[in-house]
């Protein structure tokens, strides 16, 4: 049986802003650690495929800075999206030119920039969720146990068809659902058969190929179009044609939630999406007054804070609950409570015509 996987790695991460900037965003960032959010992906996969397996999904602006970040990736496995067209493209070109190579894997297709604590647990969990995609009309994917009604994240519900594979719970979907209010995510919480949607996909290559044509068939029609230049002089210059003409769609809407095959496996790990700034304080450790706080920072008097120097002090005196950022040529003060709607900055910055610094 041969795994392959892809990571999903075009994201900007605004919402991290203003240390993750359109040259240098989120997944290539030392967000937790002493490596990069996509250089700790890398390391992950690698306990369970070698490099040659690992596919990553980027744009034109990051193939360079990926070489550079993991330099033992081989260039051909770096896939170039010339536009951005949501995962569902994405998912699509990858399947084609990883069916190439390994025609009869299967894929796990996952995020670029989320943090998973116990490392050995989510191999285990992946390997049981391949050996459930062996079934050639099965999706698989994984579903993380609320620990919070938090709304942010959308939702799997599951029906109470389980099984057990290789020792964990393989739960039948009933449905995907969006985001919800807190009222809605607190009921979700209460009853149990609901997961946060990870965004963690597992399938054989055959399978996908098969939906896509049945369900996103003028997407087929387009990557049917990018496999006949797949080994000629034209590759480039055909996928950078025809990609563009890709219906901008989610796997999620496209595929996952028309699809009655689908199965999750709840997982505990310690994973978090790190989304936003506030994630800092789920995976990091706190001071005696809630903070988090990383570089130069003298703090009295401030508690339940997100604190980060560049070098020059920060120094804080009688606040709470406050992000405060400070890079070479920003400095972000936020509240808490609005770090998702941190891209309303970024907006403002297109409409002031101030690219420097987006």
Not at 81 to 90: D, K
Not at 97 to 117: C, G, L, N, R, Y
């Amino acid at each position: 049986m041969t795994i392959t996987c892809v990571i999903m790695a075009g994201g900007k991460g605004e919402r991290f802003w203003p240390k993750s900037r359109t040259n240098l965003p989120k997944q290539f960032l030392n967000i937790s650690g002493n490596k990069s959010m996509i250089q700790q992906t890398i390391s992950r996969l690698e306990k369970m495929v070698c490099i040659d397996n690992i596919f990553i999904v980027t744009n034109e602006l990051y193939a360079e800075l990926l070489k550079v970040q993991i330099p033992h990736l081989p260039s051909a496995n770096i896939i170039v999206e010339p536009v951005g067209r949501n995962t569902a493209p994405c998912v699509g070109l990858a399947s084609i030119i990883i069916e190439e190579k390994f025609p009869d894997s299967t894929m796990v297709v996952i995020p670029s920039d989320h943090f998973i604590e116990n490392e050995e647990g989510f191999i285990n969990i992946i390997k049981a969720a391949v050996d459930v995609a062996q079934d050639n009309s099965n999706l698989v994917t994984l579903g993380i146990k609320p620990s919070y009604p938090e709304t942010g994240y959308g939702y799997i519900e599951s029906t109470n068809e389980v099984e057990c594979i290789d020792g964990f719970e393989v739960h039948k979907v009933n449905k995907f659902v969006e985001k919800p209010n807190l009222t809605t995510a607190q009921s979700y919480l209460e009853a149990g058969n609901f997961f946060w949607n990870s965004g963690i996909f597992v399938w054989k290559v055959k399978t996908i190929r098969s939906y896509i044509k049945d369900l996103m068939p003028e997407m087929h029609d387009i990557l049917e179009t990018i496999v006949t230049a797949l080994s000629t002089t034209e590759r480039d210059e055909v996928i950078k044609s025809e990609f563009t003409k890709m219906p901008e769609q989610s796997i999620d809407y496209g595929i996952m939630e028309k699809v009655s095959n689908i199965y999750v496996i709840p997982c505990v790990f310690g994973w978090d999406d790190v989304g936003s700034w506030t994630a800092l304080e789920r995976i990091n450790e706190l001071d005696e007054n809630g903070n988090v706080v990383k570089g130069n920072t003298l703090s009295l008097d401030t508690k339940r804070c997100i604190i980060e120097s560049n070098g020059k002090l920060i120094a804080t005196l009688g606040i709470e609950d406050l992000i405060v950022v400070d890079t070479e040529d920003v400095t972000l003060i936020c509240s808490k409570d609005k770090a998702q709607e941190i891209k309303l900055l970024l907006k403002e910055l297109r409409m002031q015509k101030k690219e420097e610094y987006l």
